[in-house]
């Protein structure tokens, strides 16, 4: 049986997103039927909009999300009808030779359900990161369903399906940000501050923020900056060295994704430091660093999928720190808004207005 839902979706490279009717089968074998209580409005939706990640128009859109398990299909096991969870778009195959090294956050086979929801008219709907969470039911692979605690809000468990995840994993499980260290994040959007969280919680010393927006650096103090930089006004190499003691810092997270970024995250590290890339950079940016440099200054250069989280392991447990007011995650949530306000959501994070913009179903 088909169920007829409203969704947003993108028709066309650059139009603007349509609210319109969605056909959403129920769950075949592997699958769950989702009854979606929040998605955040995230970056990667708006390059889906631009045909920055394809060209498999029409679009289904939303990620960032959380609801009801409402279905699932008949082999499906751990998972059943009325379990609250948090939508993620990397489930681990449990076979791959990531999988098998004990290391399921660099899965090659990722599990996603086949692309089954369509418009009204039969017309197939490609579901953003094999999910498609603007809608009022979304149909994806059971492994891509996390429990947590039904006590956290659906518009703040949302965002740990992606952007502020990623943040908290590249500062957690990709630079291992520990007590003591010197760290900082250049961009602080809703990502970076996500990393400036990140190394607040892991217990480090100092946290430099740069970003060129004020407001921005406003944000990333609420977090638990110590220090911020606007490099409009300072540059940002020069600066973190000297809130460092001339050293650099010991972790140098890049949140930006681009060329002239990274490499002032690659010399404002200290002799040995790490590196970690999670802002997602455009196909046809190119970087160039002298190799002596990379030999002489050693240390690591990562680069962080996901926060190289693994949802079991990571969701409930930080949805535990927030319900025990350890993590704020709520500071994320700069508004709440209906499905047809997406567009004007765009809108609004391009201009740097707000963190996240969440729907609430």
């Known amino acids: ?98 999988c098998a090294r004990g290391r399921p956050w660099y899965c090659f086979n990722t599990h996603n359900a086949a692309q089954k929801m369509t418009l009204a008219d039969g017309t197939p709907l490609s579901p953003a990161l094999g999910i498609g969470a603007f809608v009022e039911k979304t149909l994806v692979a059971a492994g891509q369903c996390t429990k947590v605690d039904p006590r956290i809000k659906p518009e703040v468990a949302g965002l740990l399906g992606c952007g502020v995840m990623a943040g908290l994993g590249a500062a957690l499980n990709t630079g291992q940000v520990s007590r003591g260290d010197s760290v900082a994040v250049i961009g602080c959007g809703g990502v970076g501050n996500g990393a400036v969280l990140g190394a607040s919680l892991a217990g480090a010393r100092s946290i430099i923020a740069v970003d060129v927006d004020d407001r921005k650096l406003e944000w990333a103090r609420q977090f638990g900056a110590t220090h911020v930089i606007n490099s409009k006004d300072i540059d940002p190499v020069a600066g973190i060295q000297s809130l460092t003691s001339g050293n650099g810092a010991d972790v ?98 391009q201009r740097g207005e707000v963190l996240r913009s969440v729907v609430v179903l």
């Open 252 to 349: 140098v997270i890049e949140a930006v994704g681009r060329p002239e970024t990274y490499r002032q995250a690659f010399y404002a590290r200290d002799l040995a430091g790490t590196v970690v890339l999670v802002g997602v950079p455009t196909p046809e940016m190119k970087l160039e660093l002298p190799l002596l440099d990379v030999f002489g200054r050693g240390g690591s250069l990562k680069s962080s999928w996901y926060g190289d989280c693994l949802p079991s392991r990571d969701f409930p447990m930080l949805v535990d720190l927030h319900l025990q007011g350890r993590l704020p995650l709520e500071k994320f949530v700069s508004e709440t808004i209906a499905l047809d306000e997406v567009e004007a959501a765009f809108a609004k994070m």
């Open 1 to 98: 049986m088909a169920h007829e839902v409203k969704g947003v979706i993108a028709r066309g490279k650059g139009a603007e997103v349509e609210l319109v009717g969605v056909l959403v089968p129920d769950p075949g074998p592997g699958e769950a039927l989702v009854r979606v209580q929040a998605c955040g409005v995230c970056h990667t939706d708006l390059h889906y909009r631009e045909g920055g990640i394809g060209e498999d128009f029409p679009y289904l859109l939303g990620h960032e999300a959380s609801g009801v398990v409402e279905a699932v299909g008949p082999d499906v096991t751990g998972l059943e009808a009325g379990d609250f969870v948090i939508l993620n778009w990397r489930a681990v195959c449990g076979q791959c030779r990531a």
